[in-house]
Nanobody, 133 residues
Framework: QVQLQVSGPGLVKPSQTLSLTCTVS??????????WNWIRQPPGKGLEWLGA???????YYSPSLKSHTSISSDTSKNEFSLQLASVTPEDTAVYYC?????????????????????????WGQGTQVTVSS
């Protein structure tokens, strides 16, 4: 059973980099056909897909955040990370890591993951991140 645990600071100052790590247990992040995602939910708003890293190391990003977002992995620790640079108070949200088993690449390459958030199979508990001075 795949389990995900997100960790990182709960408070980040404006202009700094938000950094979170998702630790995976019950399966390897390199297992074929698994995609490892980051999603957030600002207060009072819906879920927003940020990006993902695939089992083979390929990365995919939301077009609106691509210039500020970096997703990486450390296979020796079985974890993947999110870095969101130059944050503002608008980045305050609950941040989730999530995963799915998917045998293709189309939805990730085509930028259609926002509409597929509900298809993700495994979710971490989420963590509140507040951007404030």
């Amino acid at each position: 059973q795949v389990q995900l645990q997100v960790s990182g600071p709960g408070l980040v100052k404006p202009s700094q980099t938000l950094s979170l790590t998702c630790t995976v247990s019950g399966g390897s992040i390199t297992t074929e056909n698994f995609y490892w995602n980051w999603i957030r939910q600002p207060p009072g708003k819906g879920l927003e897909w940020l990006g993902a890293i695939a089992y083979d190391g390929s990365t995919y990003y939301s077009p609106s955040l691509k210039s500020h977002t970096s997703i990486s992995s450390d296979t020796s620790k079985n974890e993947f990370s999110l870095q969101l640079a130059s944050v503002t108070p608008e980045d305050t949200a609950v941040y989730y890591c999530a995963a799915e088993y998917y045998t293709g690449t189309y939805y990730y390459r085509s930028g259609s993951m926002q509409s597929r958030i509900s298809e993700l199979d495994y979710w971490g508990q989420g963590t509140q991140v507040t951007v404030s001075s």
